[in-house]
């Protein structure tokens, strides 16, 4: 999802956790998004419905970029 907002874009990929490759996968998705717009700070939305599962929001650094990860 791209969020045009007061003349800045925001990259939100949504993803329903099926573990921890596929989250690694998604992460490398939004990278590829956020390289494509020029971006350095993305967001990853996951949706777990385990019922150990931790929410909560952190930060992700991977080289000069930054994700902002949700849990839910």
């Known amino acids: 999802m791209i969020i045009d907002y007061m003349g ?3 990259i939100i990929e949504m993803k329903i956790w ?3 490759s596929y ?3 998604g992460e ?6 956020l390289d494509y717009y020029h971006l350095d700070k993305g967001y ?3 949706f777990c419905f385990n019922k ?6 952190h930060t992700v650094h991977i080289g000069d970029r930054e ?4 849990i839910v």
């Open 18 to 20: 099926r573990g921890d």
């Open 44 to 46: 990853l939305m996951s």
């Open 52 to 57: 150990n599962k931790q929410p909560g929001v």
């Open 8 to 10: 800045h874009q925001y």
């Open 28 to 33: 490398q998705q939004l990278l590829d998004y």
């Open 67 to 70: 994700i902002i990860e949700g």
């Open 23 to 25: 989250n690694k996968r």
